[in-house]
Nanobody, 126 residues
């Protein structure tokens, strides 16, 4: 069992930056791949980024590539999402998720992923 908890999001102006964190606790907190998804108002859930258990490999949606960076601190079982050059279209509820599956496949398996956080609001003003 893994419990996942995101940090508080926030409001930032376009072009600004924000960092989210997500802590995975529980017996298997260190043994899971982790990812971020988001859901904007009126839109479907969207993959953002994922990282392997070690943090050595990362994967990104095209819409955030070059602007967002996912990293992992395994000593604290915590994953971070550094978001730079934010745009109004990045406004969404961001969800952290942990799963035993491969990080590469998490983008395509959202409906089957195991451990979801409650979500945190990120608002980017124009």
């Amino acid at each position: 069992q893994v419990h996942v908890a995101e940090s508080r999001g926030g409001t930032v102006q376009a072009g600004g930056a924000l960092r989210l964190s997500c802590a995975a606790s529980g017996e298997e907190g260190h043994a899971v791949a982790m990812a971020w998804f988001r859901r904007a108002p009126g839109k479907d859930r969207e993959f953002v980024a994922s990282t392997t258990q070690s943090g050595a490999c990362t994967y990104y949606a095209d819409s955030v590539k070059g602007r967002f960076t996912i990293t992992r601190d395994n000593a604290r079982n915590t994953v971070f999402l550094q978001m730079n050059s934010l745009k109004p279209e990045d406004t969404a509820v961001y969800y952290c998720v942990a799963d035993r599956s491969a990080a590469r496949s998490m983008e395509f398996r959202a409906d089957t992923l195991s451990y979801w956080g409650q979500g945190t609001q990120v608002t980017v003003s124009a």
